[in-house]
Nanobody, 116 residues
């Protein structure tokens, strides 16, 4: 029943921007802290950003601070990640899920490729 559908990825040059979306369904989205994760080829999945259930607080991994912004719309059960000043090292598949250690089934993710 629980489902995440990530979208908005694409191919961009360094310095470009993308806005990722995550459509959530099958659970009480508005009561959970949410997070964005990414996994580069041959790498483990890493936490990129989190956002509290009401959107009041956000966290970011050091490598994306000042460049990425997470937001959410609980009425639409949507999570967003605005990515600016993209770098080649941002290349990865991006996923959304609960920020809790307990995760729901991962979606397919959306591919972000930054190339020079």
């Amino acid at each position: 029943e629980v489902q995440f559908v990530e979208s908005g990825g694409g191919l961009v040059h360094p310095g470009g921007s993308l806005r990722l979306s995550c459509a959530a369904s099958g659970f009480a989205f508005g009561v959970y802290d949410m997070a964005w994760y990414r996994q580069a080829p041959g790498q483990v999945r890493e936490l990129v950003s989190s956002i509290s259930n009401n959107g009041a607080r956000t966290t970011y991994v050091d490598s994306v601070k000042g460049r990425f912004t997470t937001s959410r719309d609980n009425g639409k059960k949507m999570l967003y990640l605005q990515m600016n000043s993209l770098k080649p090292e941002d290349t990865a598949v991006y996923y959304c899920n609960r920020a809790s250690a307990v995760k729901y089934m991962w979606g397919q993710g959306t591919q972000v490729t930054v190339f020079s």
